[in-house]
């Protein structure tokens, strides 16, 4: 009716990750302008701050940016805290520390991109990603520049359901508790679900259908479907190295470190359960301490060092070019890494179930990020898979705030679009470079040569047929206009021909 005033409309947010966060600056901005309520179990300070046990760092690549780039203050924020990587492939900085005392440190390599229109890509800690999301939540906040963001740290999932009043449209109640044990209830037309790859959201769909009885779905779909990769399983803890350490060159001076510059520092045993490499990625302040990666199988003889002085001592003599001998790293950092247990590269993950909707179309709940897709950091691309998915949520909810069209309308287009993506994120993953890590054990060196065989074969036929056969997948995944649909279907493409191609070589050969 003319002259009707536009209900204001209303979004929850489960999980105050990157992923959340980008999706509840996209709703509250025009054209949607939803009041957003994210629900966040961990606490503010956990979030935006530096946690030692873990110390992610993001390559925010180009499609990544298709989400920072919406936000000028986001972006700039981006930029300042990160260190820019203008290669497609490896590092502009990068330092080999070998494990013979009396080898010199290989000079830091500067590697320059042929093209000069390739845009930066930027390395930033997790913790950093998330404050700079809350800054320009923040920012909204004090200048007008989007609807209400309220955030809830400290405050659990629990529940939801559907409401269907006749005189009114569909809504969807989300029920949570605060650190209080404070139940809170939130009314809402859409929520979303960013909470993760052990997703609450996601298994409350699977697991309670019934708390949207008129709404018809399958709740089947929003079981998760989950595979090891060669990388799944991987144990990975960090050593926090003082921001400006040294390293023993083979003639006893010593190498100042770069803080932009990423290592790898290899250690003197060779076993396959002794073997270690120490891996740094570029941090972009020179007072930032410096996460040392270990990353290994579980039955590696690290995990059974459970003290700062034993851990100390081992590392004493697995690093000798390190001065760990020194107090380069404090007793109390020695005893939190021993203690440490760390985390494990997760199975590599998809849900075939993105979204559900009311009978009515005017309510809804869907998945975004780890909820939908999860692999372990080899492809490079979870956080930048993740802001496609919000990018395509913002994309596919055009309509409906713009026009006539219903939100459940809209989230059946977001699931047609992203539900193959996902499905071929989870392919790339099982085997885009899962044996980067160099595990010594003999399984992972024959399955690195064997990868490292077909990789050298596809770069082959791609040079000598001038591009009309594809790359490896991996080194695709890297171009943002193309779809990982797109990409994994031409691997399929060229892998059928060797195939053929091969099996018609073997026949003759029998023959």
């Known amino acids: 009716m003319a002259g009707e005033t536009k209900k204001q409309r209303t979004a929850v947010v489960v999980g105050g990750g990157p992923a959340g966060l980008s999706t509840a600056l996209v709703l509250s901005r025009a054209p949607h302008n ?73 000079t830091t390599v500067t590697r320059s991109s042929p093209n000069p229109n390739t845009k930066p890509n930027f390395w930033i800690p997790r913790h950093d990603m998330v ?59 859409l929520v979303v679900g960013a909470d993760g790859i052990n997703s609450n959201v996601r298994n409350f769909l699977n697991s309670n259908p019934n708390a949207f009885q008129s709404w018809k779905y399958n709740s089947k779909t929003f079981k998760a479907k989950q595979k090891n990769s060669p990388a799944s399983g991987l144990r990975l803890k960090a050593l926090q190295l003082p921001p400006d350490f040294k390293i023993i060159d083979g003639d006893g001076s010593l190498v100042d470190s770069e803080h932009d510059s990423s290592y790898a520092i290899r250690s003197l045993e060779k076993g396959p359960t002794s073997y270690l490499s120490l891996g740094l990625l570029p941090m972009s302040s020179s007072k930032n301490k410096r996460p040392a990666n270990f990353i290994t199988r579980p039955n590696h003889e690290l ?64 998945l975004v990020g780890d909820a939908i897709h999860a ?10 898979a993740a802001y496609e998915d919000v990018v395509a949520l913002d994309n596919a909810l055009q309509e409906s705030s713009c026009s006539e ?11 047609k679009d992203r539900a193959a993506e996902a499905k071929a994120i989870f392919r790339l993953a099982l085997v885009g470079a899962p044996y980067q890590y160099k595990q010594p054990l003999y399984r992972d060196k ?56 091969l099996s018609f070589i073997l026949l003759k050969v029998i023959i």
């Open 34 to 106: 939803f009041d957003v309520t994210v629900v966040e179990s961990s606490s503010e300070d956990f979030t935006r701050k530096f946690d030692a046990s873990k110390a992610y760092l993001y390559l925010v690549n180009q499609r990544g940016q298709k989400l920072t780039t919406k936000f000028a203050s986001l972006h700039n924020r981006l930029k300042k805290r990160s260190v820019e990587q203008t290669v497609q492939f490896g590092m502009n900085k990068f330092t080999l520390v070998p494990s013979d005392p009396k080898a010199f440190v290989n």
């Open 131 to 189: 404050d700079i999301l809350m800054d320009t939540i923040n920012d909204d906040k004090g200048m007008g520049g989007g609807n209400r963001i309220d955030v809830l740290f400290k405050t659990q999932f629990t529940s939801m359901e559907s409401v269907l009043n006749e005189k009114e449209d569909s809504k969807v109640i989300v029920k949570a508790e605060d650190k209080s044990g404070k139940e809170i209830t939130l009314s809402a037309d």
């Open 446 to 501: 024959i399955g690195r040569f064997l990868w490292q065989l077909n990789a050298t074969l596809r770069i082959i036929l791609n040079k000598l047929s001038f591009g009309l056969t594809p790359p490896p997948a991996i080194m695709l995944g890297f171009e943002p206009s193309l779809k990982f649909s797109k990409i994994m279907f031409r691997a399929d493409m060229l892998t059928a021909a060797l195939t053929a191609f």
């Open 405 to 415: 069209k219903s939100i459940g309308s809209s989230l059946k287009d977001y699931e």
């Open 303 to 366: 995990w059974n060092i459970k003290t700062g002085k034993e851990m100390k001592e081992y590392c004493i003599n697995a690093f000798p070019k390190m001065r760990f001998d020194t107090d380069v790293v404090s007793a109390e950092e020695w005893d939190r890494f021993a203690g440490s247990e760390g985390t494990r590269f997760p199975p590599v993950t998809y849900c075939k179930g993105l979204q559900i909707s009311s009978p009515d179309e005017k309510a809804g709940v869907v």
């Open 375 to 384: 692999f372990p950091p080899d492809i490079g691309q979870g956080v930048n």
